[in-house]
Protein backbone atom coordinates (compact mmCIF):
# COMPACT_ATOMS: atom_id res chain seq x y z
CA UNK A 1 0.00 0.00 0.00
CA UNK A 2 1.21 3.66 -1.01
CA UNK A 3 -0.48 6.48 0.24
CA UNK A 4 0.42 9.76 -1.02
CA UNK A 5 -1.06 13.13 0.51
CA UNK A 6 -1.13 16.25 -1.76
CA UNK A 7 -1.50 20.02 -0.60
CA UNK A 8 -3.98 21.58 -2.82
CA UNK A 9 -3.13 25.31 -3.63
CA UNK A 10 0.22 25.82 -4.58
CA UNK A 11 0.47 21.97 -5.62
CA UNK A 12 -2.48 20.72 -7.34
CA UNK A 13 -3.86 23.96 -8.11
CA UNK A 14 -2.75 27.46 -9.21
CA UNK A 15 -5.20 29.52 -7.11
CA UNK A 16 -3.14 32.33 -6.81
CA UNK A 17 -5.31 34.68 -9.18
CA UNK A 18 -8.58 33.58 -7.35
CA UNK A 19 -7.63 34.33 -3.88
CA UNK A 20 -5.96 37.39 -4.09
CA UNK A 21 -9.47 39.08 -6.19
CA UNK A 22 -11.19 37.50 -3.28
CA UNK A 23 -8.94 39.15 -0.69
CA UNK A 24 -9.57 41.96 -2.81
CA UNK A 25 -12.66 42.62 -2.83
CA UNK A 26 -13.33 42.07 0.54
CA UNK A 27 -10.25 44.99 1.46
CA UNK A 28 -12.75 47.10 -0.95
CA UNK A 29 -16.01 46.32 0.62
CA UNK A 30 -13.90 47.45 3.92
CA UNK A 31 -12.94 50.54 2.49
CA UNK A 32 -9.29 49.39 2.03
CA UNK A 33 -6.73 49.35 -1.21
CA UNK A 34 -6.07 46.46 -3.16
CA UNK A 35 -2.80 45.12 -2.06
CA UNK A 36 -0.12 43.43 -5.10
CA UNK A 37 -0.31 39.47 -6.12
CA UNK A 38 2.42 39.12 -4.41
CA UNK A 39 1.62 39.98 -1.05
CA UNK A 40 -1.57 38.20 -0.93
CA UNK A 41 0.18 35.06 -2.00
CA UNK A 42 2.62 35.03 0.62
CA UNK A 43 -0.20 35.39 3.52
CA UNK A 44 -1.53 32.06 2.08
CA UNK A 45 -1.21 28.92 3.50
CA UNK A 46 -2.25 28.57 6.87
CA UNK A 47 -6.55 28.61 5.97
CA UNK A 48 -8.52 31.29 5.15
CA UNK A 49 -8.91 33.08 8.87
CA UNK A 50 -4.96 33.38 9.09
CA UNK A 51 -5.00 34.91 5.14
CA UNK A 52 -7.77 37.79 6.29
CA UNK A 53 -5.91 38.44 9.53
CA UNK A 54 -2.82 39.03 7.57
CA UNK A 55 -4.46 40.82 4.20
CA UNK A 56 -6.78 43.45 6.75
CA UNK A 57 -3.70 44.11 8.44
CA UNK A 58 -2.56 44.84 12.51
CA UNK A 59 -4.61 47.93 12.55
CA UNK A 60 -8.20 45.62 12.24
CA UNK A 61 -9.88 44.97 15.23
CA UNK A 62 -11.30 41.38 15.85
CA UNK A 63 -14.89 42.68 14.79
CA UNK A 64 -13.73 43.96 11.10
CA UNK A 65 -11.96 40.89 10.58
CA UNK A 66 -14.64 38.94 11.54
CA UNK A 67 -16.69 40.56 9.16
CA UNK A 68 -14.33 40.57 6.34
CA UNK A 69 -13.64 36.81 6.84
CA UNK A 70 -17.63 36.65 5.87
CA UNK A 71 -17.36 38.61 3.25
CA UNK A 72 -14.33 36.34 1.94
CA UNK A 73 -16.07 33.17 2.73
CA UNK A 74 -18.69 34.55 0.21
CA UNK A 75 -17.31 35.88 -2.68
CA UNK A 76 -14.58 32.81 -2.64
CA UNK A 77 -17.55 30.30 -2.96
CA UNK A 78 -19.02 31.69 -5.76
CA UNK A 79 -15.60 32.78 -7.81
CA UNK A 80 -12.96 30.19 -6.40
CA UNK A 81 -12.56 28.26 -9.90
CA UNK A 82 -12.86 31.73 -12.27
CA UNK A 83 -8.97 31.13 -12.88
CA UNK A 84 -7.96 28.47 -10.76
CA UNK A 85 -6.72 25.71 -12.72
CA UNK A 86 -4.45 22.77 -12.10
CA UNK A 87 -0.95 23.13 -12.12
CA UNK A 88 0.80 20.91 -15.75
CA UNK A 89 1.38 17.33 -15.10
CA UNK A 90 -1.30 17.10 -12.23
CA UNK A 91 -3.75 15.44 -14.07
CA UNK A 92 -1.67 12.92 -15.56
CA UNK A 93 0.17 12.19 -12.64
CA UNK A 94 -2.76 11.41 -10.46
CA UNK A 95 -4.17 8.96 -13.51
CA UNK A 96 -1.36 7.19 -13.50
CA UNK A 97 -0.79 6.81 -9.88
CA UNK A 98 -4.36 5.83 -9.73
CA UNK A 99 -3.92 3.55 -12.23
CA UNK A 100 -0.82 1.89 -9.83
CA UNK A 101 -3.49 1.37 -7.23
CA UNK A 102 -2.12 3.90 -5.17
CA UNK A 103 -3.68 5.60 -2.28
CA UNK A 104 -4.66 9.36 -2.94
CA UNK A 105 -5.73 12.18 -0.41
CA UNK A 106 -5.56 15.86 0.10
CA UNK A 107 -4.74 17.35 3.67
CA UNK A 108 -5.00 21.24 2.92
CA UNK A 109 -5.56 24.42 5.00
CA UNK A 110 -7.92 25.44 3.14
CA UNK A 111 -11.66 25.00 3.96
CA UNK A 112 -13.12 21.42 3.71
CA UNK A 113 -16.07 22.31 1.43
CA UNK A 114 -13.99 24.51 -0.95
CA UNK A 115 -11.27 22.17 -1.55
CA UNK A 116 -14.30 19.51 -2.06
CA UNK A 117 -15.87 21.57 -4.58
CA UNK A 118 -12.87 22.78 -6.20
CA UNK A 119 -11.39 19.00 -6.56
CA UNK A 120 -14.74 18.02 -8.25
CA UNK A 121 -15.05 21.52 -10.18
CA UNK A 122 -11.56 20.84 -11.76
CA UNK A 123 -12.64 16.79 -12.25
CA UNK A 124 -9.78 15.32 -10.39
CA UNK A 125 -11.90 14.73 -6.95
CA UNK A 126 -12.69 10.94 -8.10
CA UNK A 127 -8.70 10.02 -7.55
CA UNK A 128 -8.97 10.99 -4.04
CA UNK A 129 -10.17 8.86 -0.99
CA UNK A 130 -10.49 11.63 1.35
CA UNK A 131 -9.64 15.32 1.20
CA UNK A 132 -9.21 16.89 4.27
CA UNK A 133 -9.41 20.86 5.20
CA UNK A 134 -8.48 23.10 8.01
CA UNK A 135 -11.21 22.97 9.47
CA UNK A 136 -11.74 18.98 9.66
CA UNK A 137 -9.36 18.50 12.72
CA UNK A 138 -8.72 20.88 15.94
CA UNK A 139 -5.33 21.52 14.44
CA UNK A 140 -3.93 22.47 11.34
CA UNK A 141 -0.91 21.58 9.34
CA UNK A 142 1.89 21.18 10.69
CA UNK A 143 -0.07 19.19 13.16
CA UNK A 144 0.32 15.75 11.72
CA UNK A 145 -3.41 14.90 12.82
CA UNK A 146 -4.61 14.84 9.22
CA UNK A 147 -1.39 12.33 8.17
CA UNK A 148 -2.19 10.18 10.89
CA UNK A 149 -6.10 9.83 10.27
CA UNK A 150 -5.55 8.99 6.72
CA UNK A 151 -3.31 6.59 7.39
CA UNK A 152 -4.94 4.81 9.78
CA UNK A 153 -8.38 5.23 7.68
CA UNK A 154 -6.33 3.45 4.83
CA UNK A 155 -4.06 1.03 6.69
CA UNK A 156 -0.77 2.60 6.00
CA UNK A 157 2.17 2.65 7.51
CA UNK A 158 5.31 5.17 8.02
CA UNK A 159 7.45 3.67 5.36
CA UNK A 160 4.60 3.94 2.75
CA UNK A 161 2.96 7.26 3.39
CA UNK A 162 4.32 10.26 1.12
CA UNK A 163 3.04 14.04 1.64
CA UNK A 164 3.47 16.30 -1.23
CA UNK A 165 3.72 20.11 -0.90
CA UNK A 166 5.29 23.60 -1.72
CA UNK A 167 6.33 25.23 1.28
CA UNK A 168 7.61 24.58 4.75
CA UNK A 169 4.08 23.83 6.51
CA UNK A 170 3.95 20.68 4.27
CA UNK A 171 6.85 19.16 4.98
CA UNK A 172 7.05 20.09 8.76
CA UNK A 173 3.25 18.50 8.82
CA UNK A 174 5.28 14.94 7.20
CA UNK A 175 8.39 15.61 9.71
CA UNK A 176 5.85 15.91 12.48
CA UNK A 177 4.27 13.10 11.67
CA UNK A 178 7.36 10.86 10.63
CA UNK A 179 6.76 10.59 6.73
CA UNK A 180 8.62 11.12 3.82
CA UNK A 181 7.96 13.97 2.19
CA UNK A 182 8.55 15.60 -1.08
CA UNK A 183 8.50 19.80 -2.20
CA UNK A 184 7.61 21.17 -5.75
CA UNK A 185 9.16 24.24 -7.10
CA UNK A 186 6.65 25.74 -8.99
CA UNK A 187 4.24 26.22 -6.21
CA UNK A 188 2.97 29.57 -4.25
CA UNK A 189 5.59 29.23 -1.29
CA UNK A 190 8.82 27.41 -2.98
CA UNK A 191 11.26 29.84 -1.50
CA UNK A 192 9.80 28.54 2.05
CA UNK A 193 11.75 24.94 1.53
CA UNK A 194 15.25 26.42 1.81
CA UNK A 195 14.08 26.64 5.42
CA UNK A 196 12.57 22.64 5.72
CA UNK A 197 14.39 21.04 3.22
CA UNK A 198 11.63 17.97 1.59
CA UNK A 199 13.42 14.76 1.02
CA UNK A 200 13.23 14.51 -2.51
CA UNK A 201 12.59 18.60 -4.47
CA UNK A 202 10.60 18.22 -8.31
CA UNK A 203 10.17 20.90 -10.85
CA UNK A 204 7.12 19.17 -12.16
CA UNK A 205 4.60 16.70 -10.89
CA UNK A 206 5.29 14.20 -13.43
CA UNK A 207 8.55 13.43 -11.61
CA UNK A 208 6.55 12.12 -8.69
CA UNK A 209 5.81 8.88 -10.79
CA UNK A 210 9.71 7.68 -11.41
CA UNK A 211 10.40 8.53 -7.63
CA UNK A 212 7.54 6.75 -6.41
CA UNK A 213 8.55 3.48 -8.65
Not at 97 to 108: D, E, Q, S, W, Y
Not at 150 to 164: F, I, N, P, S
Not at 178 to 183: A, D, E, F
Request: aromatic share 8%.
Amino acid sequence: MTLVIFDLDGTLVDSVKDLCEAVNATRVSMGLAVLPEETVASYVGNGAPVLIRRAMGPEASDKQVEEALAHFLAYYREHMLDHTRPYAGVVETLEALHARGCKMAVLTNKPERFSRDMCTGLGFGKYFFQVYGGNSFEQKKPHPIGIHTLMRECGAKTDETWMVGDSATDILTARNAGVQCVGVTYGISPESLKDAPPDYLLDSLLGLLPLLT
